[in-house]
């Protein structure tokens, strides 16, 4: 791994249900974004959301989780 503080974002190829894709289409058109900007968005949402679940009580109440 590099230690460069600017990564360049990477490529990623998955196959999800028709259903899920047809709601992240709506939600991109009704946010005015693209599809792949939403799906990166909602990825790292996720992924930070889970962190801080898993921080100890007095860790998520000193960032006001």
Known sequence: M?????????RLTITIPYGTYEQLLDRS????????NLAAYLHESA???????????????????
Request: no cysteine.
């Open 29 to 36: 058109d009704e946010q005015g974004r693209s599809l792949s």
């Open 47 to 65: 992924l930070l959301r889970d962190r801080i679940i898993e921080l100890d009580e007095p860790s998520r109440q000193r960032i006001g989780a």
């Open 2 to 10: 590099t230690s460069n503080a600017f990564r360049t974002p990477r």
